[in-house]
């Protein structure tokens, strides 16, 4: 079987005397949608930080495409092709759709060191902004400070910005939240579109969107790991069952 | 409409000098340079506070740096601008450089706290300086020397000089905060950790900013040496960072003319009142206060509210 | 270098530093819960010193003096909270920056005119000469004086900051103000009451303080920056820090200031020891907060998480 684009090894956190992640292993293959799930409190999102580098692990390894990187800082991770949305909005709420999204594309297409030259005579940057704009459905917004959009065009805006730095693997977390059933299926169909260029980590609690989009599923209870396979596999699953759909069916 | 403006502002300046003799405001001349280097300082601080969103709260230290530069080499017998105005930007720029690679480790009032410390530590540094007048000052034999058959002892020749560099200085600002670099740095202060996420390594570009700051103050103080023909320490205590914040404050942090307006605001501010009581520092304080209270706007509109995160 | 000698400017330092911690407790509340810098504290420590000279000059006793400062200056303290300061917790720490700033400058010239740029402030009858405290070391007994209400009122707050409800309330605005709030603090009230006690102190500091430095307009702002520093090296927000921090910089900027000259002449040729021996004592608090934020970037003892 090929190196999983991402593989988590037996990865653990406390903070104080609560265990937020305990030796959890996974591995998401690359092209695949991966589904990550679990009731809150679960240690989801402790995971994505020790995924992205924001804090590291009391034990255990990170792999990002076979190279180590449990000490790398998040902006190296993001060199090698790792890329996250965030969970609260976390936009250039001043800045154009446009710019936010040009921004990301100035990151990876040279140095910004550089003194004179105005951004706006760099058509080839905006014109790769705007197309990226168009795909997550914000065609007619670019000039709308980010800070003025819509709950929904910000989440589809974060997308966006995230898919700018051409990464190998999008870390998105929870994308659909707080969005109504429009805006949810607009986001799924693009999760859905995106998915030839790029593999997924969905971190979700839409179970319609996860089960529809993910081609596997992790389920993490109590900071473990206690399930993965396919969406079938896992909706069969009694023990997932029991620790959280049971919720959801009670 | 900005344009015109700024081209109108322009040629005001520059026939300033020229209807002050027949008017008999000689000695507005001088007033009108030393207005124009604090702008220059006030914008090198607004590239690190205004752009940047970096509370400093040394940055007296920097323009006090370059002045003594030029004090020093005075001393010691060297008078040519283009020996000491290079070598002032440059020794301002390391040690902001420095300054900035220990400071920007810290984050938020210990930022603040530790620009004032290091700012602190060079005020001392100068009033321990025996050799070159420590607590009393230095002062100056003469202005800089140019060459050029100009001589910047001619209050008119030294403001055009001063004017020069202004718009110089200004345009580079303008320049930068439109190119790559000037975006990358706004959009720092924005949002740090998204920019982070991007794969930006904001630390480098957060120092560059601080050192770009630090060299333009040096060049200030090279230029505020002159129109005193004096240095003495006092011009990198911390109430001078303070006077040179309110500046950036109150013209607009983050505009362009943020800092050129703060300068004239505050210095005109504290002209006006002076000529009327000895208690000028009272009028001031009450209208910086009044505008803080009641125009959080600030003069080029870019107060930014506490976010809410 | 004997012994006593050091002993001496240790306590000198103590007592430098108890006086600092005073400032340093309504600054760091101040920082701590409001997330407010206001550098108008200094200007606090400066009306009580005048008042206490004024009060002194009036009723002839010091210490009825001190007590009226104290009051006079809370008072004062409340009513610029009140008007002025309240605005500003919403406000970016910019805009803090600029108005409390107007707010020295406002302060310094109303001083001015109301009492002109100095006066004289004596230390309480009885109080001016020395007493032994060792064989061979004379201390002077207004200095004695000044440590043991410093330790008093050091004491006085532990209690009430870890005793009393309202101290309770304090502390926990300062860890975590939305909690606070939560809790059905009234925060506003609170507040207030706080600077208002943070002025106090600062009336304290200043009066007693007033006989041995003098009593002048500007002399907020270079205690000011003392101040900072201390709580800084405390760690915002924390009372306990505020007492460390404070002592660690009243001994270390005395013994610096008293010995380092006298240290680098052994070492330098006399030219360099002069230049570089007071530079050197006065940076070196500087140095010290640098080198314990490298250490400990949120201070001693962060009060917040």
């Known amino acids: ?250 | ?309 | 270098m004997s012994g006593i000698l050091i002993l001496e400017q240790t306590l000198n330092g103590l007592q430098f530093g108890l006086m600092l911690f005073l400032l340093a407790a309504g600054l760091t509340l101040v920082f701590g819960i409001m997330d407010m810098i206001n550098l108008a504290h200094g200007s606090l420590y400066m009306v009580g010193a005048f008042l206490a000279a004024t009060f002194a000059e009036l009723t002839g006793s010091f210490w009825l003096a001190v007590g009226l400062s104290l009051v006079g200056t809370a008072i004062i303290g409340m009513a610029v909270e009140l008007t002025v300061l309240r605005r500003l917790y919403a406000r970016d720490h910019l805009s803090q920056v600029l108005a409390t700033f107007a707010l020295i400058l406002i302060a310094n010239e109303l001083v001015r005119i109301v009492w002109g740029p100095q006066v004289p402030l004596n230390p309480p009858a009885g109080l001016e000469g020395p007493i032994e405290l060792l064989p061979g070391l004379s201390y002077s007994s207004y200095r004695l004086v000044i440590i043991a209400v410093g330790l008093a009122v050091a004491c006085l707050l532990y209690f009430v900051v870890t005793r009393t409800k309202t101290g309770m309330l304090v502390r926990a605005g300062a860890s975590n103000r939305e909690m606070a709030t939560a809790m059905g603090v009234n925060i506003k009230v609170l507040f207030t009451l706080v600077f208002g006690f943070g002025a106090a102190l600062c009336a304290i500091a200043g009066a007693m303080l007033g006989p041995i430095l003098a009593v002048q307009v500007g002399m907020g702002e270079s205690i000011l920056i003392l101040a900072f520093v201390v709580i800084v090296i405390g760690g915002i927000g924390s009372i306990r820090g505020a007492l460390v921090g404070a002592i660690l910089v009243g001994v270390v900027d005395t013994i610096g200031r008293a010995f380092i000259p006298a240290l680098l002449r052994e070492f330098l040729p006399p030219q360099f020891a002069s230049a570089l021996g007071p530079a050197l004592a006065s940076i070196l608090i500087y140095v010290l907060m640098a080198a314990i934020l490298f250490w400990k970037p949120q201070g001693l003892f962060p009060a917040r998480g």
Not at chain 2, 74 to 91: D, Q, R, T
Request: one cysteine or more; aromatic letters at 8%; hydrophobic letters at 50%.
């Open chain 2, 1 to 309: 409409m900005r344009r015109a403006l700024s081209l109108a502002a322009l040629a005001a300046a520059a026939a300033f000098p020229l209807v002050a003799q027949p008017l008999g405001w000689e000695f507005y001349v001088g007033f009108a340079s030393r207005i124009m280097i604090y702008a220059l300082a006030a914008s090198s601080l607004n590239l690190i506070l205004g752009y940047g969103g970096m509370l400093s709260f040394g940055h007296a230290a920097f323009v006090g740096a370059g002045a003594y530069v030029v004090g020093i080499l005075m001393a010691e017998g060297v008078a040519s601008a283009w020996v000491s105005w290079p070598l002032a930007i440059v020794v301002a720029g390391l040690l902001a450089a420095a300054v900035g690679a220990i400071s920007l480790r810290t984050r938020g009032v210990y930022f603040i706290m530790i620009t004032l410390a290091f700012a602190q530590m060079l005020y001392y540094i100068a009033v321990g300086m025996k050799a070159y007048g420590g607590e009393e000052g230095l002062n100056l034999a003469t202005r800089s020397g140019v060459g050029l058959g100009l001589n910047l002892k001619d209050d008119a020749t030294f403001y055009y000089v001063v004017l020069a560099i202004l718009v110089a200085g200004l345009y580079g600002l303008h320049r930068l905060a439109n190119a790559r670099f000037g975006r990358v740095v706004e959009a720092i202060r924005e949002n740090e950790t998204r920019m982070e996420a991007i794969g930006f390594p904001t630390y480098r570009y957060k120092l560059v900013c601080f050192a770009l700051g630090g060299a333009v103050a040096g060049l200030a103080g090279a230029l505020l040496a002159n129109q005193n023909s004096y240095v003495n320490p006092n011009l990198l205590y911390w109430t001078q960072s303070g006077s040179l914040m309110i500046m950036v404050i109150l013209g607009g942090v983050g505009a362009l003319y943020g800092g050129l307006l703060g300068a004239v605001a505050l210095l005109v501010l504290e002209e006006v009142f002076s000529a009327y009581t000895i208690h000028w520092q009272l009028g001031v304080g009450t209208i910086l206060l009044a505008i803080v209270l009641f125009a959080p706007q600030g003069l080029a509109g870019l107060f930014a509210r506490r976010p809410d995160a």
């Open chain 1, 1 to 250: 079987m090929p190196e999983p684009i991402l593989r988590v090894d037996g990865v653990s956190k406390r903070f104080g005397g609560v265990v937020a992640v305990d030796t959890v292993t996974l591995g998401v293959r690359a092209g695949e949608i991966h589904a990550l799930i679990g009731p809150n409190g679960a240690g989801k999102t402790t995971l994505v930080h020790l995924l992205s580098g924001a804090t590291a692990p009391d034990a255990g390894r990170v792999f990002f495409g076979g190279a180590d990187v449990t000490a790398r800082a998040f902006h190296e991770r993001v060199a090698l092709g790792l890329a996250r949305s965030y969970q609260v909005t976390s936009l250039f709420r001043r800045f154009s759709a446009l710019d936010n999204v040009a921004l990301a594309v100035q990151a990876r297409s040279g140095s910004s060191l550089a003194f004179w030259r105005p951004v706006a005579a760099e058509r080839a940057l905006f014109d790769e902004a705007r197309a990226l704009l168009g795909e997550v459905g914000l065609a007619g917004r670019e000039s709308v400070p980010a800070g003025h959009l819509a709950h929904g065009e910000q989440r589809s805006l974060e997308v966006g910005v995230a898919l700018a730095t051409r990464p190998r693997l999008l870390l998105l977390d929870e994308p659909m939240a707080g969005m109504g059933p429009d805006e949810s299926e607009r986001m799924i169909a693009l999760i859905d579109a995106v998915k030839s260029r790029v593999t997924v980590l969905l971190i979700e609690h839409d179970m319609d969107a996860v089960f529809r989009l993910a081609d596997r599923i992790s389920v993490l209870v109590n900071g473990r790991v206690i399930a993965t396979g396919q969406p079938d596999e896992i909706r069969a699953n009694a023990e997932v069952k029991r620790a959280y759909l049971g919720e959801e069916a009670a």
